[in-house]
């Protein structure tokens, strides 16, 4: 194999890192100003608004909110259009780390909120915006060696929450989708956007699965990046479940893992009919990634690569954020084209 792409390993170190940490909760809770992290009262002793206080346990770090905060900053985009989606863009002060293009209804929004930086900001860089919460998407929001740790947010006074992917939590599925929303709605003080929010997603992936329920499992090999092996989606992955409610079966879901290398001996063997490529900038586009699986010749009698069967995933549609929803159908499409002609 040709050398073209470094596999993007970051997910997974990040993911492997926390696994010893505790998937987040939210507990609803009677009686005011609990304490945190930090000591002392988590908000101020003023009267707290109907439904408050809220106090949630998240990946090891429990905060009271006394109030719905006021001042936002999401770090990687899949956050940020959770928070859109639920009807909070004046909520927000900043965004930063776009993986991809925006959901086209939320587009507007995303870009009235200012965008800190191209990739993670630094801890000064998100300090200016004057936040009272800082919600991360991938670990790396909360990267200790640089500066932006939970505890230093801590001790500046703003609250911070890790999206539930990377709490540790060993097998994600899209119930984790839907308490993430259920969870932030609660922050937030509108629970009742959140149950509308989850019953629209639901029933969003209920018509996709139920267009393709009874016809033949589709063997799909996720193509993230890699060229001397291949970086995949493995069975511990939201990616996963995705592949399955759409009509599909992921070729690695034995690979005990979110994320993993497989050689492409593997791959060869393992037969794939359709191959998902991951978009996401840093990787390489999706057409340079068709060309390199194209052009190699050990892969020349794989169905997939035979037939140039393809389906294209943002990689924030395959995290825990509303996206997850929207690659249930794409997929369906794209594994089942006859169920939706």
Not at 36 to 43: I, K
Request: hydrophobic content about 40%; overall charge neutral; proline content about 6%.
């Amino acid at each position: 194999m040709s050398q073209l792409f470094t596999p993007a390993r970051t997910r997974g170190f990040l993911r492997a890192t926390a696994a010893a940490v505790a998937l987040s909760s939210v507990l609803l809770t009677t009686g005011c100003g609990a304490a945190d992290e930090r000591g002392g009262d988590a908000r101020s002793t003023a009267a707290a608004p109907a439904g408050f206080p809220v106090t949630v346990d998240n990946c090891g770090v429990r905060t009271t909110y006394d109030r719905p905060p006021s001042r936002v900053v999401t770090i990687h985009q899949h956050p940020a259009e959770l928070m859109l989606a639920l009807g909070l863009r004046d909520r927000m002060v900043g965004t930063a780390f776009p993986d991809s293009a925006v959901l086209p209804e939320l587009k507007k929004d995303y870009a009235a909120v200012p965008e800190l930086a191209r990739k993670e900001p630094s801890f000064e860089k998100v300090l200016d915006a004057e936040p009272d919460f800082v919600y991360g998407g991938y670990g790396s929001a909360f990267a200790e060696k640089e500066g932006r740790s939970r505890a230093a947010f801590a001790d500046a006074g703003i609250d911070t929450y890790l999206n539930r992917e990377y709490c540790g939590k060993k097998k994600v599925t899209m119930e984790d989708t839907y308490d993430e929303v259920r969870t932030i709605g609660s922050i937030f003080g509108v629970p009742d956007r959140a149950d509308k929010l989850v019953s629209d997603l639901k029933s969003r992936v209920g018509k996709a699965a139920g267009k393709v329920e009874g016809r033949p499992d589709v063997p799909v090999f996720v193509y993230d990046s890699g060229d001397k092996a291949a970086f995949t989606a493995g069975g511990k992955s939201l990616g996963t479940e995705l592949i399955r409610l759409a009509g599909g079966e992921n070729v690695f879901a034995d690979l005990d893992d979110v994320f993993g290398d497989v050689s492409w001996e593997q791959v060869i063997e393992r037969r794939p009919e359709v191959i998902a490529v991951y978009d996401y900038a840093g990787a390489g586009s999706v057409e340079q990634k068709k060309r390199f699986l194209l052009s190699q010749p050990a892969l020349a009698d794989v169905p997939a690569v035979r037939n140039k069967r393809f389906v294209v995933l943002p990689l924030t549609a395959t995290l825990v954020g509303i996206r997850s929803a929207y690659a249930v159908d794409h997929l369906a499409r794209g594994l089942h084209p006859e169920s939706f002609r």
